[in-house]
């Protein structure tokens, strides 16, 4: 992976997948439902949640490669700031609603 996708892949990392599951444990333990897309599964807990961006982060990983031997680094620079965008948009909000639920 070329240092400027590893530099958004670890960003992207960082927000979506530590923030998103930070908020995720902090949200389920106080007593606040996922309503995300995991939800399908039925009542996920914690667990359910890492197994989810573990598989995601994986395929996004092989993505990344796969872009990069073809060529197509502009594409994978927009792959990387969506799933990064993505991630702090996600964050963000799980942090408001659980700072509203609390207050």
């Given amino acids: 992976m070329h240092s400027d996708n590893k530099a958004l892949f670890i960003f992207g990392f960082v927000f979506y997948f530590i923030g998103d599951l930070a908020t995720t444990y902090i949200a389920l333990n106080n007593g606040l439902p996922e309503s995300g897309f995991i939800r399908v599964i039925g009542n996920p807990g914690f667990l359910d949640m890492v ?7 994986t395929a996004l990983y092989f993505l990344i490669v ?16 969506l799933v990064a965008g993505m991630g702090m948009t996600v964050t963000w909000m799980n942090a408001l609603v659980i700072m509203e639920y609390l207050g």
Wanted: aromatic share 18%.
């Fill in 66 to 81: 796969f872009l990069e031997k073809r060529g197509n680094n502009y594409l994978c620079g927009a792959v990387l700031g």
């Fill in 51 to 57: 197994i989810v961006k573990v598989i995601f982060f």
